[in-house]
């Protein structure tokens, strides 16, 4: 299983790398300040069967 996602700030386009924690369910969602803007971003974090997962950010 992957241990980090990708997301894409919706505030100013910076790809950011953040550390996820596949025991915490297989839907997650959180805020989380983007490091570079500082704008919070809303993450929705998916996990597939294989142990894949999709993060998803907007503004919060």
Do not use: F
């Not at 790398?17 to 809303?42: H, I, M, T």
Request: charged residues 25%.
């Amino acid at each position: 299983m992957d241990e980090t996602g990708l997301y894409t700030c919706d505030s100013c386009g910076e790809k950011i790398e953040v550390s996820l924690d596949p025991s915490a369910g297989a839907q997650q969602r959180y805020v989380e300040d983007c490091p570079v803007c500082c704008v919070p971003n809303v993450l929705s974090i998916n996990w597939d069967a294989d142990g894949g997962v999709v993060v998803y950010a907007h503004r919060e």
